[in-house]
C-alpha cells in the first residue's frame, strides 16, 4: 500500500524503524506490502514522491533536515499533500491538540476521507472532537477510519470488541489511560514530590517536555472521549468530561490512602444511563485488591462491563514506543487484509 506519513516524531520513526531495518526480525510483517508517498514533519522538512523510509529515517535520527537538494525535498503544506499527492492511506501521526480542538489533524483526516482514501491515526484529537462527523464521511465515500493507538499504546481495545464482543451491548468503560500520572501517583507513595517524579519521567521517556495535559487531565479526558465515541456512541469532546487532574496532590495524601488499605488513582469512567453517556476523568481512592491498584509504572489499563459477557479487564504493563507503532501496523494490516480487491498487494 502507498502511505502518506503526516508527522515523523517517536512514533512515527520507531514505525519506520520496524518497517525497514528492523524487518527481518519480524517474519508476521512479511506479508505488509508498503511504499512512502511523503513525509510531512514538524520540524524536519517535509519530502514527496516515492521517498526512501530508511534514508529518511537515518537523515532524522543523525540530526538532519530535509532542505532544497535533498530528493524528494517538498515544499507543500501537509493539507495540500494530504488533498493532491498519490496515496491510497494515510497515516496520521501529529500531535494532540486540545485546545484547537484536534486541529490541524482534524483536517488532514477530513480531507483525506473525503478523497476517499482509508485513514490511520495514532492522534486522539480527530476522534475525541469529530468521530461521528468523519466515521459518517469515511461510510460514505466507502474507506476507513481505523485509530487502534489513540488509547493504550495499540492494546487491541478497539479490535477485541468489535470482533469479540459482537452481540454485546456496552455498557461502561473505566480504567487508568494515562501512564505519566500513575507514574507520578505511584513516586508519591515512595515520599518522592510530584515535581521529582515528572522529572523522572520525562527522564525515562514517557512524559513529555511540557506535562500539563497529562497533569491536568487532558490526555486522559482526550482517552476516555475516544472510548465513549468509538465504543459506547457517544457524541462528545474532552469538554464535556468531567475532568480532574492530579496537580494539587501531596505525597502526604497519596500516603494516607495506602496507610487506609487503599491507592490513589487517576480513574478514567464513561457510564450507559439511558440514553446518555456519562464521563469523568477523577482521583480515586482504588481497594489494593482492586485490579486498577496492582498497576505500577507506566502502564495501563481498561475495564469493559457488558450485557452478555462479564466484566473483561485489559492490562498493559511497562509500554514502549514499539507498542505505539504496533497499532498502526496492526491498523495497516487490517486495511491490506480487508481490501485487496481495491488494489493493495499481500506478498
Known sequence: MRVLLLGFGNVGQKMAEILTVERDRHPGLRRLGFSTAGIFTRSHGALAGDVDLAAALERVRSGGRFEPGYPGFSTLAP??????????????????????????????????LDRGRDVVTANKGPIAFAYRELESLARKR???????????DGAPLFGLVRSSLRGCTLLG?????????????????RGVALESAVRTAQAEGFAEADPSHDLEGWDAAAKITVLANALL??????????????????????????????RLKLVCRATR???????????EEVAVDHPFATLSGNGSVLRIETDLMGPIVVAQEEPTLSDTAYGVLND???LADESRHRGFELA
Request: a negative charge; aromatic letters at 4%; proline letters at 3%.
Open 79 to 112: 493539507l495540500d499533500a494530504v488533498r493532491t499527492l498519490d496515496y491510497e492511506v494515510l497515516v496520521e501521526l501529529t500531535v494532540l491538540s486540545v485546545r484547537e480542538r484536534g486541529e490541524p489533524a482534524l483536517s488532514y483526516v477530513r480531507a483525506a
Open 142 to 152: 466507502g474507506v476507513r477510519l481505523l485509530h487502534e493507538s489513540t488509547v493504550m
Open 173 to 189: 468503560l473505566s480504567g487508568i489511560l494515562n501512564s505519566t500520572t500513575n507514574f507520578v501517583l505511584n513516586e508519591m507513595e
Open 233 to 262: 456512541g457517544a457524541s462528545q469532546t474532552p469538554f464535556d468530561v468531567q475532568r480532574e487532574g492530579i496537580t494539587g496532590v501531596t505525597p502526604a495524601r497519596v500516603q494516607e490512602a495506602l496507610r487506609a488499605g487503599r
Open 273 to 283: 444511563e439511558g440514553n446518555e453517556v456519562r464521563t469523568r476523568c477523577g482521583l
Open 332 to 334: 495497516l494490516l487490517t
